[in-house]
């Protein structure tokens, strides 16, 4: 509506009811009476002049948008009019939605995106379900036969992310992450190569021609991002592989952060297994299902392809079925929880930060009675007014989430730097429109839930009693309504202090489960040997791994130095399949049991510091030239030779070889400390590294070392490698204790994150009870003042105000232990070693906040104390 | 508090009706400013029809907004400018349909009040 066009019709009212006083005056005086008498009858005949211009401005309307204006420009005007009231207001809320907008520009980028590729639905992650492993490794000769026998999928592909090749000739020579594929692979994910072409069909078959394709952050890297790579040869691992084509920098493989820079057709890898039908290898596969086949087709489909495959191969293939998992689920499933739990308290933050404020303004609104009083004496509506007590509410939120998303901003992405590899998707995490939408909505929303209290406290303020009372408002409802917010904040706080505190027992209990072994004076690193001795004898290469072990063996602070082959440690699996002698040999593979392997050093033990139980452990004799021998855990011990000695017996191992048992060592935690006593398989089995079968050795292990300095005893290692050969490579040195904090950095990324909320909580709902009960007492002066010159002792003076806050608190306290009761059975998941409902925890958080709310309440109770009663009285 | 409101509402609700008829018809007379509408009806009503001013103003100005009437300002008798509102053919029709409204409804509950006259 047209501004100049609404001055005028105003001017026109304006005249039109001046008008018509002046003509009720005159007739007055016509008759007879006074020109004062007459004008005074006349007004008060006509009535509120400014609520009749008011209602009659209604008519016209198109109105509500200058009114709109008008609130905010007289809200911008009661801001800027208190500073300090907005400041601490602003700040408030720029934490509470911040904080939220922060978190849930994580839940965006990891939950309700999409992922990357196209038609994402139809993607699904394969694994075989074997008796151990409900999502076990895929064979590479069954992948071929789900993929040619499958009826619902469009395509299917495998891939193989651990594992490493060494490059030479490119520089120095480095170790290079590698991801083996199947033909296909690219295309089913819809990735399209930024130059050259993708595997074509074939490609991917054993003793195919090698080709491989590279990352764009791996050609820019090394090829100056330069267009002519396409047919250059790169040697890996000491073979020479054509490059074929770049992918995009931008492909994340499902999402992790973990930099993959070489793709190499699934053929070429050199391992002796792969075409074994029971090999467990650590393949995964991806399929993509036919237009509108849905998952429950797929798995009957897969079931009628296993079935027939484990009557044609039942040595290999007995009771091994297919997983189709959404992909999705696969790749996000582990993390919802933790990111809903989260949410929700981040939400109880910002209910918090809405309470304060609403607190603030109530007590504002109570100075402010008497504007409002006069304003609606001049004319203004109860709508009016409360429409005008949203606005300044809903411009202190919209300025408090506009500074809230600048921290989100900046707070997401410290964050995650801080706490990489922990969530998956990481990368995808950004404030984009739907994160601002977000932002917008919650500030409107939180505007309104804390304006309307107040707003609807002051609604129909009794005009008459409040002109008279002078402005002192102090209406028993608002109090109890000041009450009531200060115990919901007060619960809502519990509530996060409690689940913080799970969190923190649980962690706490985690670090004090006894891994197995001693993780502070060890470290481990990834070793290969020049790729030159690939195809060595296995006595050659023997021989320099020994050298190998004494040269590193002979660096300063090194105690101790072994190789390890197979499993490590909560780090990476690896399995065998075995037989007990004596007993007959099962008819298929299947039928046998499974160990974790560890192929290891005769120092390992000491090294990893794990106790001996029985018997002995390897020494320098046990090599190739001696008898086999094997030592096991207690787990195997007592699941095969229950109430009688292990030592002596012998095993038989699937590929023929017969070991004797020589000695029973503690179990070591392979699964994770906390899930490892809940896995079915965890039996293991160590066998001598340098009796490893003469096919299986090859160019690279793993290494343990034990030193008094784990954290930086590496770089003179490397140093002394890098002297023997400069092709010869260490990589990924990480302390025994890196690789257990890794292992529960989920938990503890959770626990930092509620332990931050929980503090916020507690800060704001301490602030939000020293702000209600010194408002609260200073309403009260007079009141006090009267009491002490009665004979009240300060003690009571100071009882008195206590009471009224510690009141409150006990109430929240009350109801925030119920809520907890009932909340944190969501997160019991994510806890370990500590019951959901944990008494200890409970009660003391309980008593803590208690505690702080009594320390916040004293600051006013000690300044009512010195209350001076003559003064106080004269306070009128 | 708020049933009170509520009661106070619905009276207005009734009067407004009631009170555009009553401003058509006190205007099928000639033009009038609002101050001799609200005279016109208080005199011709014996003085029992008391207008609020508060529903005066709005109802003249939403019944010009709807075109059944529409205003001028003029000079009055007493040298005074006022403005004036005066019917529109709109209005007349209006007015026509409105009052035969009205003459039913009357009839109707007078029907309903003394059924012994039907």
Not at chain 1, 842 to 848: E, P
Request: proline share 4%.
């Amino acid at each position: 509506m047209n501004m100049w066009w609404r001055k005028a019709r105003e001017a026109d009212l304006d005249q039109e009811v001046r008008a018509h006083l002046d003509m009720a005056t005159q007739e007055r005086v016509e008759r007879g009476a006074a020109q004062k008498e007459a004008e005074r009858a006349a007004r008060r005949e006509f009535g509120n002049m400014g609520l009749i211009k008011e209602s009659t401005r209604d008519v016209w309307g198109g109105g509500s948008l200058d009114r709109l204006m008008q609130d905010l420009r007289f809200g911008v005007r009661m801001i800027a009019k208190s500073p300090g009231f907005a400041a601490v207001a602003i700040l408030t809320l720029a934490l509470g939605i911040g904080a939220n907008t922060a978190l849930f520009s994580v839940v965006n980028g990891v939950l309700l995106n999409p992922l990357p590729y196209p038609e994402p639905e139809q993607l699904v992650e394969l694994r075989e379900s074997k008796p151990n492993f409900a999502t076990g490794s895929i064979s590479y000769p069954n992948f071929m036969d789900w993929q040619k026998d499958n009826r619902t999928f469009a395509s299917m592909a495998i891939v193989r992310g651990n594992g490493s090749f060494i490059l030479t000739g490119l520089g120095e020579a480095e170790q290079v992450d590698r991801v083996f594929v199947s033909s296909g692979f690219f295309e089913q994910l819809g990735v399209n190569p930024v130059l050259g072409r993708a595997f074509a069909p074939g490609e991917d078959r054993i003793g195919a021609a090698p080709t491989v394709m590279i990352t764009g952050g791996f050609w820019k890297r090394k090829f100056g991002s330069a267009q002519d790579v396409l047919g250059k040869s790169l040697t890996l691992d000491g073979r020479d592989y054509t490059i074929i084509g770049i992918i995009p920098a931008t492909f994340d493989l499902l999402g992790s952060l973990r930099t993959r820079e070489v793709y190499v057709p699934i053929g070429q890898w050199s391992n002796p297994l792969l075409m074994n039908r029971a090999a467990g290898l650590g393949i995964g596969g991806i399929g993509r299902l036919k237009p509108g086949v849905t998952v429950q087709q797929a798995r009957a489909d897969m079931e009628r392809v296993t079935q027939n495959l484990a009557a044609a191969y039942p040595e290999a293939d007995k009771n091994i079925g297919a997983a189709v998992i959404p992909l999705r689920k696969w790749l996000l499933g582990s993390v919802e929880p933790f990111l809903l739990v989260l949410f929700v308290a981040v939400g109880f933050v910002l209910l918090i930060a809405c309470v304060n404020v609403a607190n603030l303004l109530l007590a504002r609104s109570t100075g402010r009675a008497h504007e409002f009083a006069i304003r609606s004496a001049l004319g203004a509506g109860q709508g009016r007014i409360v429409r005008q007590l949203l606005t300044e509410s809903v411009l202190l939120a919209a300025m408090g989430g506009g500074l809230g998303v600048l921290l989100a901003a900046a707070g997401t992405r410290a964050a995650l730097d801080v706490l990489p590899m922990t969530l998956p998707r990481a990368a995808d995490v950004a404030v984009d429109v739907r994160v601002l939408v977000f932002a917008g909505a919650v500030s409107l929303l939180a505007g309104i839930c804390f304006g309307l209290v107040p707003a609807l406290k002051t609604r129909k303020p009794d005009v008459h009693e409040t002109l008279k009372e002078g402005g002192r408002g102090g209406s028993g409802t608002r109090h109890r309504a000041q009450a009531a917010l200060v115990a919901a904040e007060m619960a809502l706080a519990l509530v996060l202090l409690i689940g913080a505190g799970l969190m923190m027992r649980t962690l706490a209990a985690l670090w004090n489960v006894n891994p197995g072994f001693e993780a502070n004076k060890v470290m481990t690193f990834g070793f290969s040997l020049p790729p030159s001795m690939t195809n060595a004898s296995p006595e050659a290469i023997r021989a320099a791994f020994r050298e190998v072990h004494d040269r590193f063996q002979a660096v300063p602070g090194v105690q101790g130095v072994a190789f390890s082959w197979g499993a490590t440690p909560l780090q990476g699996d690896d399995e065998w399949l075995f037989w007990i002698d004596g007993q007959p040999k099962p008819a298929s593979e299947s039928e046998m049991n499974w160990a974790i392997d560890y192929v290891v050093d005769y120092d390992y033990l000491r090294i990893m510091g794990i106790p001996l139980k029985s018997g002995r452990f390897f020494t320098a004799q046990d090599d190739e030239h001696a008898a086999r021998v094997a030592v096991v855990d207690e787990v195997l011990a007592n699941q095969f030779f229950a109430g009688q000695s292990a030592i002596g017996n012998r095993l038989h191992l699937s590929g023929g070889e017969i070991l004797v048992i020589v000695g029973v060592v503690g179990h070591v935690k392979q699964w994770g400390l906390d899930t490892d006593d809940k896995e079915t398989l965890r039996a293991q089995l160590y066998t001598p590294f340098m009796q490893l079968p003469t096919k299986g050795i090859g160019g690279g292990a793993g290494v343990v070392v034990r030193s008094d300095q784990p954290a930086t005893v590496f770089p003179s290692i490397r140093q002394a490698n890098n002297q023997m050969s400069s092709e010869q490579v260490v990589f990924g040195a990480q302390t025994m204790n890196e690789v257990i904090a890794s292992s529960i950095a989920r938990r503890r990324f959770s626990m930092i994150l509620l332990g931050i909320f929980a503090g916020l909580a507690l800060l704001l709902a301490s602030i939000g009870i020293y702000g209600v009960v010194s408002y609260l007492a200073g309403q009260r002066t007079h009141e006090i003042g009267v009491r002490m010159a009665m004979g009240a002792q300060r003690k009571d003076v100071m009882r008195l105000v206590l009471s009224q806050g510690l009141k409150m608190a006990l109430l929240g306290v009350a109801m925030g232990l119920a809520a907890a009761l009932a909340l944190t059975r969501l997160m019991a998941d994510m806890l370990y070693g500590v019951d959901a409902s944990d008494p200890l925890t409970f009660a003391g958080l309980a008593v803590i906040l208690t505690l702080v709310s009594i320390a916040a309440c004293s600051i006013p109770a000690r300044r009512a104390m010195k209350v001076d009663p003559i003064v106080a009285l004269r306070y009128e | 508090m708020v049933e009170k409101k509520e009661k106070y509402q619905n009276r207005i609700e009734l009067l407004q009706g009631t009170l555009d008829l009553l401003i058509l018809q006190t205007l099928q007379w000639g033009p009038q400013h609002g101050y001799g509408i609200s005279v016109a009806i208080r005199n011709r009503s014996g003085e029992i029809l008391q207008v609020d001013t508060g529903s005066l103003y709005p109802a003249l100005h939403r019944l010009e907004k709807q075109k059944w009437i529409k205003a001028e300002w003029k000079v009055s008798e007493n040298k005074q400018r006022a403005k004036y509102y005066q019917l529109t053919a709109a209005g007349k029709k209006h007015l026509s349909r409105e009052r035969s409204k009205w003459s039913r409804l009357s009839d109707a509950i007078a029907g309903v009040l003394n059924p012994e006259q039907m």
